[in-house]
């Protein structure tokens, strides 16, 4: 089976994360999926693949005779889709032939190159949209797709290799998906997640991650009463907002810079929950994001009165990058495999965090290569049949590299 057509079969099977869910997973339809793979990956002859009570995918392809002394290499991707768009009901269209131009959805939502320029380069390729209404879910279920094929491949081609080392995670989009990872079972000495972006893509640097929840305690009044009494918690909550460096949201930043991010604001006069995301890829300017936060949270106080405003900072994840770079095989392997394919090396930081980063930190250091797809999140997202096939292609490379 192509990857294209293991993309349009997984992604037609709900498996949104869920992040109001404290279970794990955080919603059980990401098991319909995690039982499918497991008895594709026996299909395909990996014998001991099975899915535990907390829906991780784990399996193995023992290394061909003679290359046991070989580094094993484990390939990582996640099963669940990120809960920013609809993930009900996906529909893929594919565009064959696609003609580099605007393109027009099933709800008429408008794929424009004015938006997204790298459209015109994909011109001639087999492009997999969404119908408009939904996210693709290629993020991540391209890189599972990619990995399964890869795997068949190397079987069914008698591709002499090294210990493989299969796993597919829940919960990645809520930044849970490493948390209950086997690392010591799953056997490999390094690995890939493959979630990333552009074919060709290789990262391993990625944000230093933080959330953040303020909770502002208004006094609520008749309005015809209010003066001098009334606290209205909404205007707090965007006095606190209104209090943090606007040139440092999201919509403003690029590259290395970080972020605050608004990313939920509830609340009426008496009471006002505002929740942010922090991101650097500096853990000491990460944390002057929180002390800046901190400031703000006290000087409402002191303005409103002790106790009105309260903020809880919760750590997420971290750079990968300091376990990653004593292990500069592993790019340097992805590198020379890309080439080999005639396909150039994008080498960038992620402005977001995978499964890798956390893994590096658990002991197995775990670069992120890309899927080929782009758009993620959302009813605009998109891939390639033959970005697809190069991902595919450069996995299959790296392991002949480790069998050397």
Do not use: W
């Not at 491949?153 to 930044?175: A, Q, V």
């Not at 305690?217 to 001098?228: E, I, L, T, W, Y």
């Not at 040139?247 to 930043?253: I, L, V």
Request: glycine residues 10%; negative net charge.
């Amino acid at each position: 089976m192509k990857a294209y057509e293991r993309l349009i079969k997984y992604a037609k099977i709900y498996t949104t994360s869920d992040p109001a869910s404290e279970t794990v997973p955080s919603s059980k339809r990401q098991f319909d999926l995690a039982n499918i793979l497991v008895e594709e990956m026996k299909e395909i002859g990996i014998a001991d693949a099975r899915v535990d009570d907390t829906c991780y995918v784990y399996g193995s392809i023992p290394a061909t005779p003679g290359y046991e002394s070989k580094p094993s290499i484990g390939l990582i991707a996640h099963v669940d889709t990120a809960p920013a768009a609809p993930g009900e009901n996906v529909n893929p269209q594919v565009v064959e032939n696609y003609n580099g131009e605007d393109l027009t959805l099933l709800n008429g939502t408008v794929l424009s190159v004015e938006k997204f320029p790298h459209l015109k380069n994909l011109k001639g390729r087999t492009l997999i949209t969404t119908d408009g209404n939904t996210l693709l879910g290629a993020d991540d279920k391209a890189g599972i797709a990619e990995i399964m094929t890869a795997c068949e491949r190397i079987i069914n081609e008698n591709i002499p290799h090294g210990k493989i080392c299969i796993g597919f995670t829940p919960d990645e989009e809520i930044g849970r998906g490493a948390h209950k990872f086997d690392v010591k079972n799953f056997g490999a000495d390094f690995a890939y997640t493959i979630d990333g972006g552009i074919e060709g893509e290789i990262s391993y640097e990625n944000f230093n991650a933080s959330a953040a929840k303020i909770e502002i305690h208004g006094v609520s009044v008749h309005p015809g009463s209010a003066k001098n009494t009334m606290i209205n918690a909404t205007y707090v909550g965007m006095e606190f907002d209104s209090m943090l460096p606007k040139g440092e949201r999201p919509e403003h930043t690029e590259g290395y810079e970080g972020f605050y991010y608004l990313d939920s604001f509830n609340g009426n006069t008496d009471h006002a929950t505002l929740t942010y995301i922090l991101r650097d890829h500096d853990a000491c300017k990460l944390e002057s994001k929180k002390a800046t936060m901190e400031l703000i949270a006290k000087l409402l106080n002191e303005k409103y009165g002790e106790g009105r405003v309260k903020l809880t900072i919760t750590d997420q994840y971290k750079n990968m990058v300091e376990h990653v770079k004593p292990c500069m095989h592993l790019i340097d392997n992805a590198i020379d495999a890309m080439k080999s394919l005639n396909v150039t090396p994008v080498i960038e930081p992620i402005r977001g965090g995978t499964d890798g980063a956390t893994l590096s930190y658990m002991g197995l250091p775990c670069p992120n290569l890309g899927t080929g797809g782009y758009a993620f999140h959302g009813e605009y997202e998109h891939i390639t049949v033959e970005g697809m096939d190069i991902a595919t292609n450069i996995i299959i490379e790296i392991l002949k590299r480790y069998a050397k």
